[in-house]
């Protein structure tokens, strides 16, 4: 029809003024600014690539939780733009006995399965927490469950604590920490549905406590109702 005709060339038009403007500020970038490095040029023009093509053509048109989870794949090859500019020591936080490079964090309930924490991690954030984790595999609620908020640049989260389980998490903190990453991790620890809280928290405190700098207990889920006696 006309109307999708017109709906992919307009498409066009966007990928051919991208190319034209992540071109050009390549140029400017390289004349203007001979000691910028070409690492830092590349995530310019990720950035633009990002704005102008691949949300608005791409991703805005998948599915919430697949956009997700290419995100989360991208994270885990670092094949993301990264913060190159080092922190201010005015940034620094000391919190829970620990030191942050800056207060800014990823929350729990993106890297539910601590796949993409180094990727994260050289996004800039001060801190990564991975999660919820529960102690065994959990589907979480049925799908749809990840709504976007176009209007508020935003989404409405409610996969239900879907995660890998705190075997696989383990392993994955662990070969971290054995690769020598020394960024702050945190952990979000829920409970399988149907379970004992005091069993599911202590088990996942015993397997994932030693590869995590703080630790989260996320009484308030989806699948339970609040439980005076154990908070």
Do not use: W
Not at 34 to 63: C, Q
Not at 127 to 155: A, H, I
């Amino acid at each position: 029809s006309s109307e999708q005709t017109n709906y992919r060339q307009q498409g066009m038009y966007r990928i051919a003024r991208t190319a034209l403007v992540a071109g050009a500020g390549c140029a400017v970038a390289v004349s203007v600014y001979p000691d910028r490095t070409a690492g830092e040029v590349k995530d310019g023009l990720f950035t633009a690539l990002y704005k102008n093509v691949a949300f608005p053509l791409v991703l805005s048109n998948m599915d919430p939780e697949d956009a997700h989870d290419l995100t989360i794949r991208a994270a885990k090859l670092k094949l993301i733009p990264y913060d190159r500019v080092p922190d201010s020591p005015s940034l620094g936080v000391r919190a829970l006995g620990l030191h942050l490079r800056n207060p800014l964090g990823l929350a729990a309930g993106c890297d539910h399965n601590a796949e993409g924490v180094s990727g994260f991690d050289k996004m800039g954030f001060g801190f990564v927490e991975v999660g919820s984790v529960t102690p065994k595999p959990q589907q979480g609620t049925p799908k749809p469950r990840v709504f976007r908020l176009m209007g508020d640049k935003g989404v409405i989260n409610r996969v239900g604590y879907a995660n890998d389980g705190a075997e696989k998490v383990q392993e994955r903190l662990k070969a971290l920490r054995e690769d020598g990453y020394k960024g702050v991790i945190g952990v979000n620890l829920g409970m399988n549905k149907g379970s004992s809280p005091s069993e599911d928290f202590s088990a996942g405190i015993a397997m994932l406590g030693p590869y995590a700098d703080y630790l989260v207990l996320n009484a308030a889920q989806l699948y339970h109702p609040p439980i005076p006696a154990f908070r």
